[in-house]
């Protein structure tokens, strides 16, 4: 499963896990700070924020770490190819979410890693170990548990259908982003993948802004941004995109996207303390229950190597 990994010291193939690590702690981070920014900005407006203050902080590190670099059109079309995707992505999740309560929300976090393997398996060959597929049952159970303690999941039969679509195919576009990703992270690397997609993305979002607002009848001068709005703007654009999407992107410098995918399901338990700690939500027994499972599961996940 790990790329070179009979080159690498036996403490360097554990390291990879601190990148997608990162990524999925600063994106538990989004549900404490991102409902600032829906209630005030509309979804495809945030999205585009978003991927806007991202490309604006990602560029100038990528063009002075490669000031030289040349890429051909094929990889051209496929940095284009990975921002459609990506921008498509964030308009369906932002809108999904929107358009559901917090526990349908949830569904993206159970399912992305699920879209992710099966991609993984069809587009890229990855194979599928016992210990990979236990360890994603398990980390699978965890969320559950976890998820379960924190919203109603009965509310998943919801009459939300069009959010509850729209989530499905963020989190499978999500997947697909992370596994077509994974050809020009090694023909290049996780910070030009990141950040070239990202910025692919900007145009594509910003198209669907003044449709946006000719729909709801609003205007960017309607919107207040105040001291809480822009700092929502800024986790979303610099930590949750441009920090989180390079460090996703990271970890497939070393790893199959199968393994990788294991990582999304901490999401939930750094949420839950952002949540507690900002909102005052309590936490309960099963986030212990479901974390500790989650651990395991990751774990496992984490530790599989060649046969």
Same mark, same amino acid.
């Given at each position: 499963?790990?790329?070179?990994?009979?080159?690498?010291?036996?403490?360097?193939?554990?390291?990879?896990?601190?990148?997608?690590?990162?990524?999925?702690?600063?994106?538990?981070?989004?549900?404490?700070?991102?409902?600032?920014?829906?209630?005030?900005?509309?979804?495809?407006?945030?999205?585009?924020?978003?991927?806007?203050?991202?490309?604006?902080?990602?560029?100038?590190?990528?063009?002075?770490?490669?000031?030289?670099?040349?890429?051909?059109?094929?990889?051209?079309?496929?940095?284009?190819?990975?921002?459609?995707?990506?921008?498509?992505?964030?308009?369906?999740?932002?809108?999904?979410?929107?358009?559901?309560?917090?526990?349908?929300?949830?569904?993206?976090?159970?399912?992305?890693?699920?879209?992710?393997?099966? @991609?993984?398996?069809?587009?890229?060959?990855?194979?599928?170990?016992?210990?990979?597929?236990?360890?994603?049952?398990?980390?699978?159970?965890?969320?559950?548990?976890?998820?379960?303690?924190?919203?109603?999941?009965?509310?998943?039969?919801?009459?939300?259908?069009?959010?509850?679509?729209?989530?499905?195919?963020?989190?499978?576009?999500?997947?697909?982003?992370?596994?077509?990703?994974?050809?020009?992270?090694?023909?290049?690397?996780?910070?030009?993948?990141?950040?070239?997609?990202?910025?692919?993305?900007?145009?594509?979002?910003?198209?669907?802004?003044?449709?946006?607002?000719?729909?709801?009848?609003?205007?960017?001068?309607?919107?207040?941004?105040?001291?809480?709005?822009?700092?929502?703007?800024?986790?979303?654009?610099? @930590?949750?995109?441009?920090?989180?999407?390079?460090?996703?992107?990271?970890?497939?410098?070393?790893?199959?996207?199968?393994?990788?995918?294991?990582?999304?399901?901490?999401?939930?338990?750094?949420?839950?303390?952002?949540?507690?700690?900002?909102?005052?939500?309590?936490?309960?027994?099963?986030?212990?229950?479901?974390?500790?499972?989650?651990?395991?599961?990751?774990?496992?996940?984490?530790?599989?190597?060649?046969?």
């Amino acid at each position: 499963m790990y790329r070179n990994s009979v080159s690498l010291p036996s403490i360097s193939t554990y390291l990879f896990a601190l990148a997608p690590l990162t990524a999925a702690a600063l994106w538990g981070g989004l549900y404490g700070v991102s409902k600032w920014g829906f209630d005030a900005i509309p979804p495809l407006t945030l999205a585009f924020l978003r991927v806007l203050v991202g490309a604006a902080a990602l560029l100038p590190i990528v063009r002075l770490r490669y000031p030289r670099r040349e890429f051909t059109r094929r990889d051209c079309l496929s940095f284009l190819t990975l921002g459609a995707v990506v921008a498509a992505s964030l308009a369906t999740q932002f809108l999904g979410t929107a358009f559901t309560t917090a526990s349908q929300g949830s569904l993206i976090t159970v399912l992305t890693p699920i879209f992710t393997i099966l @991609l993984g398996v069809a587009l890229l060959g990855e194979e599928l170990s016992p210990r990979l597929v236990a360890g994603i049952v398990t980390a699978t159970a965890g969320t559950v548990i976890v998820l379960s303690g924190q919203y109603h999941l009965t509310e998943l039969a919801g009459v939300a259908t069009t959010g509850i679509l729209m989530l499905l195919l963020a989190s499978a576009t999500w997947a697909l982003y992370t596994v077509l990703g994974k050809p020009l992270i090694e023909r290049y690397s996780a910070l030009e993948t990141a950040t070239y997609s990202c910025t692919a993305a900007v145009p594509m979002l910003a198209v669907l802004v003044p449709v946006e607002f000719t729909r709801t009848g609003t205007s960017l001068r309607a919107i207040e941004f105040t001291p809480q709005v822009i700092l929502a703007v800024l986790y979303l654009g610099v @930590l949750g995109t441009a920090a989180a999407w390079y460090c996703w992107y990271k970890g497939l410098e070393f790893v199959d996207a199968s393994v990788i995918s294991a990582f999304f399901f901490i999401q939930p338990i750094v949420g839950a303390v952002f949540g507690a700690t900002l909102l005052g939500e309590s936490l309960g027994s099963r986030f212990v229950l479901g974390g500790v499972v989650m651990a395991v599961g990751v774990y496992f996940v984490s530790t599989e190597s060649n046969p």
